[in-house]
């Protein structure tokens, strides 16, 4: 018998009771549910997200393709502001230095957690002064070569630049790069000519002009020149051979997995911003990466799809904030 039947039958004068209780209860959720749509926060005000690179890229390019979605949601203008330099440091101080209140975010990569380890910025460990949001996208590092150059695979590479007569060079942008080119010299190429570059742009141009051999950049940025056929891409680093370049094997499957390298592409806010705050805008990001025009501009720049949770975005950053540290310690940024 059910419990509301057995009082009843127990207690015949309280069935009054009972249905009052009911509806007042009903009543109690009724109105809870509003309240609690109601404390999902929404800016009331324009929403600044910085990017700390040059306007065109991957980042950029996914940067202003989430925020015209978010306005759209938010009924609020979401303004993209590139702010370029020192490895991306001065925009992301542009994030840890304003007010905790998510109008102002940051979208970063993984260059991020290399901060502290370059010499020239002293220790500055700008994770300590973010929270990390949620994780937009994810793309695969490539890397890239001249279309000329006498290899197609990257353990082809690393045998013609071994006994090439003239040393090889390997043009870098950020500090990821950087660190994969101290990787290469130390174990495979203690030859290699690393030259450092402001911009994938600048790289690209050079190594269709034959003036640098090969790179590590985003994929989107190398497809069009590999269609081209100015360039090539003689391996991927994700752990997934690419979408957009499916026949290029990845380094693990040509054994070399310590080269691997997957960028993600994340939002951070000020240190102390209210976890309600930040809670509100991955439920927004969420919302908005179900829109087809978003997906398409993400699978444009290279990237795949991918929300997280605050919390897991924040596992995700002190993993690979883990193992850059590792490999800082083996092969130093200067």
């Known amino acids: 018998m059910p419990i509301t039947q057995q009082l009843k039958s127990r207690h015949p004068h309280k069935g009054a009771l009972l249905r009052c209780t009911a509806l007042a209860a009903a009543a109690t959720l009724g109105a809870a549910a ?16 910085v990017v700390p690179y040059v306007p065109g890229g991957g ?22 502001e590139n702010v370029p330099g020192a490895d ?26 290399l901060t502290k380890h370059t010499p020239a910025f002293k220790g500055i460990d700008p994770l300590a002064r973010l929270v990390p949001v ?14 000329k150059f006498p290899a197609s695979t990257l353990p ?32 495979a190429l203690p030859n290699l000519i690393v ?13 269709i002009a034959n003036n640098v051999n090969f ?17 090539k891409i003689v391996a991927s680093q994700g752990i997934h051979r690419s979408s957009g370049a499916p026949d290029v094997r990845t380094v693990i499957e040509t054994g ?39 997906q398409k501009a993400i699978a444009a720049a290279g990237a795949e799809p991918l929300v997280n949770t605050p919390d897991e975005f924040a596992a995700q950053v002190r993993k690979e904030d883990e193992r850059f540290t590792a490999l800082t310690k083996r092969f130093p940024l200067d």
């Open 134 to 147: 949620t994780n937009i996208a994810e793309s695969p590092g490539v890397i890239v070569a001249n279309a």
């Open 215 to 231: 790179a590590v950049t985003g994929v989107a940025s190398a497809l069009p020149h590999q269609k081209a056929g100015t360039l």
């Open 156 to 187: 082809e590479l690393i045998s013609y630049c071994k006994t090439a007569t003239t040393p090889c060079s390997m043009g870098t942008g950020e500090n990821v790069a950087k660190l994969f080119g101290r990787q290469m010299q130390a174990e």
């Open 195 to 207: 030259a450092n570059y402001k911009g994938t742009a600048a790289i690209i141009t050079d190594m």
């Open 88 to 113: 991306g440091l001065i925009g992301t101080r542009r994030v840890t230095e304003s007010k905790p209140d998510g109008y102002t975010l940051l979208l970063q990569t993984p260059a991020i957690v």
């Open 34 to 49: 509003p309240a609690l749509a109601q404390t999902t926060w929404k800016p009331t005000r324009p929403v600044t997200i």
């Open 59 to 80: 980042t950029d390019a996914t940067a202003r393709a989430t925020a015209k979605l978010l306005a759209e949601q938010w009924g609020q203008p979401v303004l993209v």
């Open 256 to 294: 070399l997995p310590q080269y691997e390298y997957t960028t993600w592409f994340g939002l951070f806010a000020a240190k102390d911003t209210p976890p309600a705050v930040t809670q509100g805008v991955y439920a927004a990001v969420r919302q908005a990466m179900r829109s087809p025009e978003l």
